[in-house]
């Protein structure tokens, strides 16, 4: 890329934001805690992924999805039935009536792996599948919603229906899912322990770095003709269909994208946490998702990314002292971002930091170069 | 799945299970007809509908208990003070929220969405404290227990018949009011034209808070019906609220008729099928059978003709 190209993609603003959360995420937190909290806040923005999808959606083109989860979860599920069919080779579950399958199967009385496991022996496989199968099932969606012109609240009501209609599936087909469980007691990627330390450590800077793909694609999509067109569609749809772009491709592509996003996400998660379940993937934790947008800035990609993090930070402290009162603050959160500041933190930052810091900033600068002037000065009398 | 049921078992299965289709029914059209005010009159979302609802179970409770404690004679009336009971006090919350929140985002649909999804979490944790996180129940009149039986197979129960009853009673009173009397004459001429109807002189921020009161006030009817039938905790009313707006939905979000046929079609569906497959699975059918059908139509069943 070009000098000016990345010029135009990078602002100096968001330059310097991009540069403190890496700065933030690379350097700060690994030196300031624990692995513990490190692979827990590791967690956290494994929802970050999401969250910024939904900038792209809810932000940017003014599709609210309510069904994320759906895509994390598959993402989520599609790495844990591989590292699954991993833990349960023939040597480890000699002990089950029909070795080599995972366990929870065996005590379904299931004899042999479904047709739709198989494939995931294979790490190549699982990768792809991780980013396609979401992005195929966003598509189909997609298609069917945006060519009938379905949007707004209709579509935000049936990703709604569609991360119920899953979660029931998963939890029902108990032997081919895991059921309510979920996929537990993973141990091995390709003969390589994922619950060490080490591990965990690279799953870390592996999601960050997955992360930053993610916003620097993000900010691409933004910056570009289509991120123009996006705002335009969400502030005026038929102008822009007037003026002769089919707008449903648009939000297919931006709806599908971010359900890449989330996907990656989810796989990252089963990476990080060991374990992928149908609380992840349900109502509940789908619309919490766009509450870590909503708080983060729902214009922000950065935001959302910073939204991610307070607030899942925020339900575990409060949610390991005070258990009661964390719905409460959550609640209270919900009804704050919308009431009070709609544009969340990325909102709040721009209104009240920075004009603060510019103007620091400025008059650092001045008093600066009236230095300089007054040495100039002094120069000229001596 | 038929082969293994002679004819007039297979007969007796779908009445059967048509019955307590039909009670599922009940609370889907009364928990339904409330959103459907709210939703499709008003264009408000509100995720805090099933707790309106359990709100409605939680009073009827305390009815309950306290006409066992100091009124014993009379236990067999409770139910109807109850849901008058019931009414008011969702209404009255209603009333309130609207107040307090929704009035300030009419015209942002999908921020009512998060904001009542927020109040439900508050009111879910407000119950929970209040009544505990277990499921209550209440105990039946005399004259609702026990059941009629049809045919040798067949039976029915009175509770069951009794609710449906109610549902059906409060579908007419809500379409009379709406069709029929001059506040609902108000409320379909806000809804077409917020600012013609306040030019011809029509309060319309009253008419959007009675309109949202009345809503929730059904909704708390509903939670008085849905005791009769099954118990209540403070997340009882989530498992009902995606049903719900596929409900409304579905019927086509304008219409009362729609409202009632889909609620129809959904839990027919839903209930016959369960005698043949797991629940999960039949429920997981039903709600694709209506998010496929949505696709194909998206204006839902019966919708309105009307021109934009």
């Known amino acids: ?382 | 799945m038929f082969a293994d049921y002679s004819t007039s078992e297979l007969m007796s299965i779908f009445a059967m299970q048509g019955f307590a289709g039909l009670i599922l029914f009940s609370v889907f059209v009364l928990m339904a007809l409330g959103l459907a005010i709210i939703f499709g009159q008003m264009g408000v979302i509100n995720m805090a509908h099933g707790e309106f609802m359990i709100l409605g179970a939680y009073v009827t409770y305390l009815t309950s208990n306290v006409f066992a404690d100091y009124m014993p004679s009379l236990f067999g009336s409770y139910f109807f003070i109850a849901m008058i009971l019931a009414f008011i006090a969702a209404g009255a919350l209603g009333m309130f929220v609207e107040w307090a929140l929704i009035r300030h985002l009419y015209k942002r649909p999908l921020d009512t969405l998060l904001a009542t999804w927020g109040l439900s979490l508050i009111l879910q944790q407000i119950y929970r404290s209040v009544f505990g996180a277990r499921e209550v129940g209440v105990t039946l009149p005399d004259w609702l227990m026990g059941s009629i039986q049809l045919t040798d197979i067949v039976e029915v129960p009175i509770n069951g018949i009794f609710v449906m009853s109610l549902a059906i009673t409060i579908s007419l009173i809500v379409a009379i009011l709406m069709y029929k009397s001059r506040w609902g004459i108000q409320v379909r001429s806000v809804v077409q034209n917020r600012p013609m109807a306040g030019a011809v002189g029509i309060n319309t921020a009253r008419v959007d808070r009675l309109t949202f009161g009345l809503g929730c006030g059904i909704a708390g009817v509903a939670g008085s019906a849905f005791t009769m039938i099954g118990s209540t905790g403070p997340t009882s009313g989530q498992l009902y609220i995606v049903d719900t707006f596929l409900v409304v939905v579905f019927g086509g979000a304008q219409s009362l008729l729609g409202t009632i046929a889909s609620a129809f079609t959904i839990s027919q569906a839903q209930s016959t099928m369960e005698f043949f497959l797991s629940g999960s699975m039949s429920k997981v059918l039903t709600l694709l059978f209506v998010v496929g059908i949505l696709m194909l139509r998206p204006q839902g069943l019966f919708s309105l003709k009307v021109r934009r």
């Open chain 1, 1 to 382: 890329m070009s000098y000016a190209g990345f010029k135009t993609l990078f602002p100096k603003s968001d330059l310097i934001g991009f540069a403190v959360l890496a700065v933030i995420l690379v350097i700060v937190l690994p030196l300031a805690v624990d692995i513990f909290r490190l692979n827990l806040i590791g967690k956290y923005l494994t929802y970050a992924f999401v969250a910024v999808g939904l900038v792209l959606c809810w932000g940017s083109g003014g599709i609210l999805s309510l069904g994320q989860g759906v895509f994390f979860g598959l993402g989520g599920y599609g790495m844990a039935m591989f590292l699954k069919l991993e833990a349960s080779s023939p040597e480890n579950t000699a002990i089950q009536s029909t070795p080599g399958i995972p366990d929870f199967m065996d005590w379904n009385q299931l004899t042999e792996l479904p047709w739709f496991w198989e494939p995931f022996h294979s790490l190549t496989f699982t990768v792809l599948a991780i980013v396609l199968v979401p992005s195929l099932f966003a598509y189909i969606i997609g298609v069917a919603m945006f060519k009938r012109r379905v949007g707004g609240v209709y579509f935000a009501i049936i990703t709604q229906a569609v991360a119920a209609i899953l979660t029931i599936l998963i939890i029902g087909q108990q032997g081919y899912t895991g059921g309510v469980n979920g996929i537990t007691d993973l141990r091995t990627l390709n003969g390589w322990d994922i619950r060490s330390d080490e591990a965990k450590y690279i799953f870390y800077f592996l999601c960050v770095f997955l992360l930053f793909v993610c916003l620097g694609v993000a900010q691409y999509v933004r910056k570009s003709k289509l991120g123009r067109l996006l705002v335009a569609m969400r502030e005026m749809e038929d102008r822009v269909r007037f003026s002769g772009y089919d707008v449903s491709n648009f939000k297919i592509f931006v709806f599908c994208l971010g359900a890449a996003f989330a996907a990656v996400g989810g796989a990252m998660f089963t990476l990080q946490v060991g374990f992928m379940s149908p609380t992840l993937v349900g109502i509940v934790p789908s619309i919490e998702m766009v509450i870590f947008c909503a708080v983060g800035g729902r214009l922000s990609i950065l935001g959302a990314v910073y939204g991610a993090l307070v607030v899942n930070w925020a339900k575990t402290t409060l949610s390991e002292s005070f258990p009661e009162l964390w719905l409460f603050a959550m609640g209270a959160l919900f009804i704050a971002v919308v009431m009070a500041f709609p544009n969340g933190l990325a909102g709040l930052y721009s209104k009240y930091c920075e004009p603060y810091i510019k103007q620091k900033l400025k008059s650092f600068r001045a008093g600066r170069g009236g230095d300089v002037m007054a040495e100039g000065v002094a120069h000229e009398r001596q």
